[in-house]
Antibody, heavy 118, light 104 residues
Framework: EVQLVETGGGLVQPGGSLRLSCVAS????????MSWVRQAPGKGLEWVAN????????YYVGSVKGRFTISRDNAKNSLYLQVNSLTVDDTAVYYC???????????WGQGTTVSVSS | DTQMTQSPSTLSAYVGDRVTITCRAS??????LAWYQQKRGKAPKLVIQ???NLESGVPSRFSGSGSGTEFTLTINGLQPDDFATYYC????????FGQGTKVE
């Protein structure tokens, strides 16, 4: 079964940091671009970042550049998102997704919730 | 950035209805458009990619059309399982989603 499982969310104060993780199974992770997509409470979807199969290319949405870092460990079938300098606007469910066809998300995890509040 | 605008934001319909959702791009995205279905508390599910290519397992009552800047998602014969929020997404330049259309 193709599956993505995210962990690492939580409640953090403004300015704080978290590391989100996503473990993949059921497909060849090392052959897949991967993305993080987030959804603020009651809001729509926002693509956050993606990373090439070998980690050599990484792209970010403008609002997180310089604060978030996407990375991967193909030996562990794992994707990561280091989120720093968090603001209340970063409060969201963060989804890990397989990124195919140059930008289509065909497999999604269940999401992990990041809440930024003082 | 390419902005995606969906209409309507909310759509009231009955089982059996034909439902159409429109998505407009702020600039041409050729045919780089996908549609997702999201139910409350769940992750989105890919329904259609490249305007009209139905994902495996998606019922044939779903269809997509359009090109350039205007696109539509049509559900022919709405079923109880189809009540959800639908998002369009462009992947021509980076990736951006529409604001969603809730089918209730």
């Amino acid at each position: 079964e193709v599956q993505l499982v995210e962990t690492g969310g939580g409640l953090v104060q403004p300015g704080g940091s978290l590391r989100l993780s996503c473990v993949a199974s059921g497909f060849t992770f090392r052959d897949s671009w991967m993305s993080w997509v987030r959804q603020a409470p009651g809001k729509g979807l926002e693509w956050v970042a993606n990373i090439k199969e070998d980690g050599s290319e990484r792209y970010y949405v403008g609002s997180v550049k310089g604060r978030f870092t996407i990375s991967r460990d193909n030996a562990k079938n794992s994707l990561y998102l280091q989120v720093n300098s968090l603001t209340v606007d970063d409060t969201a469910v963060y989804y890990c997704a397989r990124d195919v066809a140059h930008g289509v998300f065909d497999v999604w995890g269940q999401g992990t919730t990041v809440s930024v509040s003082s | 950035d390419t902005q995606m605008t969906q209409s309507p934001s909310t759509l009231s319909a009955y089982v059996g209805d034909r439902v159409t959702i429109t998505c407009r791009a702020s600039q041409s995205i050729s045919n780089w458009l996908a549609w997702y279905q999201q139910k409350r508390g769940k992750a989105p599910k890919l329904v259609i990619q490249k305007v009209s290519n139905l994902e495996s397992g998606v019922p044939s009552r779903f269809s997509g059309s359009g090109s350039g800047t205007e696109f539509t998602l049509t559900i022919n014969g709405l079923q109880p399982d189809d009540f959800a929020t639908y998002y369009c997404q462009q992947y021509s330049t980076s990736k951006t989603f529409g604001q969603g259309t809730k089918v209730e």
